[in-house]
């Protein structure tokens, strides 16, 4: 699998798009039947890259319209095509919808036209296609522009899943409510009829098996709309209470939002509905500081992707930080969200690598230490806390900071070590003695008079 970015726009490259553009290239390409394997494989190579390129710009053209309304587009190539999905933070209103689908062809077109002046202006001539004589620069520019066109061409077919049928779905149903779908998709089902009657009466023999897939789908659709399903179908009650279980978690209710979620699984959910209420309790998992239990629960995450950042701070709940380094790396370069900037750095601390953290541009230390600290208190790891904690005091001479790790210390029993860094604190400047004074991580400093003391001193202090 390849991966790369484009204008920052993630592209990934799976095994089976070479399969099928060297597939393609072998039949298009006449320098395939060379008699000189070095000339040969140029043409495949050749072939290859054009089938890449093609499928890139038509993607590119989904994912620069994406991009231009402010989404987050990430473009997967595979197989025959590609797919961008945009990431839109909700549902993309049907104009948009439809500019952002119909680019994607428009900039296939658009190569292809390119392609095809050059074809011309290098003195290329049609009439030698298919004979292998034709120089190989020539074959490239040719096949470029015919593939482009015939992409174009496909994908503008007014037939799910393809471009075309996506936009005659949105403006059809935009025009006609739900009656736009016995429009769009009774169009598509001619479509697909004619399709495979011509593939099968010409040995287009993949042609005919698309299109008959899409033209069943279509003729599922149709039938939706005559029982009248997409009304009348009440929802199933386990996605009720996923609802309730997300809203619950929204609103920090974790407890009962574990218990829905829970007793939902307990019965029988659908299978979709099943991984997004373990992709629930993983989160919930995650924000109760119990990392195992949510490694379990996204494992069981079917049918979606789970995000970076929870599969991270999983792991590192877990105790697991090597594995989760890259994964927060990779959520904040996906996001460029600045907490997950500084869990990033929080990870590199407490594996010891301070420079590197250091070294994050834009990151900042107290937020890193602070993160760092976080995830070791979550661990019950309070000794190891407090020691991170005496590190960021020496490095920044903040008064939070030495009082965040007295409190890691009291936690851990460290009384005197606690007492150390309070004092620190308060020559630093520490002067909110009615804050410490309420606070129950302090529990074990406070017995003795020692702590009436410090806290006189900060009260002194505060009134200076
Ligand atoms: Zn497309």
């Known amino acids: 699998m390849l991966r790369f970015q484009i204008a920052s726009i993630p592209v990934e490259v799976r095994p089976t798009h070479l399969l099928i553009a060297g597939y393609l290239a072998w039949i298009s390409m006449p320098g395939m039947r060379a008699p000189e394997v070095a000339t040969a494989v140029l043409a495949l190579l050749g072939g290859m890259f054009v089938v890449f390129v093609s499928i890139l710009v038509h993607e590119l053209g ?83 522009a015919a593939a482009n066109f015939l992409w174009a061409l496909l994908n503008l077919m007014p037939v799910l899943p393809l471009d075309g049928g996506r936009i005659s779905h949105a403006v059809l149903t935009r025009l006609f409510g739900r009656h736009g779908v016995l429009f769009s998709q009774g169009l598509a089902l001619l479509i697909c009829a004619g399709l495979v009657a011509l593939g099968a009466r010409s040995g287009m023999i993949l042609m005919a098996v698309f299109f008959g897939l899409w033209g069943f789908q279509a003729l599922k659709l149709l039938a939706a709309y005559f ?30 939002a574990r218990r829905v979620a829970e007793q939902a699984l307990a019965g029988a959910a659908p299978r979709e509905t099943e991984s997004r209420l373990r992709h629930l309790l993983g989160w919930v998992a995650v924000k109760e500081g119990r990392g195992e239990d949510a490694l379990d629960q996204f494992g069981q995450v079917k049918t979606h992707a789970v995000e970076s950042q929870a599969l991270a701070a999983a792991h590192s709940l877990a105790g697991d930080d090597e594995r989760a380094l890259s994964l927060w790396e990779l959520a904040y370069r996906d ?56 590190q960021a005091v020496a490095e920044v001479p903040r008064p939070e900071l030495a009082y965040n790790a007295a409190c890691a210390f009291a936690r851990a029993g460290q009384v005197s070590r606690a007492q150390q860094l309070l004092e620190r604190a308060a020559e630093l400047g520490f002067r909110d003695a009615s804050y410490a004074q309420a606070d129950a991580d302090l529990a074990a400093v406070r017995q003795g008079s020692w702590f009436e003391g410090w806290l006189e001193r900060t009260r002194v202090s505060a009134r200076r």
């Open 62 to 144: 989904h994912a620069a319209v994406a991009r231009a309304y402010g989404y987050r587009p990430a473009i997967v190539i595979e197989w025959f095509g590609g797919h961008t999905t945009p990431n839109a933070p909700g549902p993309i209103p049907w104009l948009k919808d439809v500019l952002l689908t119909l680019a994607g062809p428009m900039f296939g077109l658009g190569l292809g036209v390119v392609a095809l002046v050059g074809f011309l202006a290098v003195g290329g001539e049609w009439t030698s296609w298919g004979s292998q004589t034709m120089p190989l620069f020539h074959q490239v520019l040719l096949f470029f």
């Open 227 to 256: 029982k009248g399903e997409d009304r009348s179908a009440p929802p199933h009650p386990a996605d009720l209470a996923f609802a309730q279980a997300a809203t619950l978690f929204q609103g920090d209710k974790l407890a009962d």
């Open 335 to 390: 996001t460029r969200d600045p907490t997950l900037l500084h869990e990033w750095a929080g990870c590199l601390i407490r594996l010891g690598r301070v420079e590197e953290a250091r070294r994050l541009p834009d990151a900042d230390p107290v937020e890193s230490y602070r993160a760092a600290e976080a995830v070791l208190l979550q661990r019950g790891e309070f000794e190891a806390a407090g020691r991170l904690g005496e």
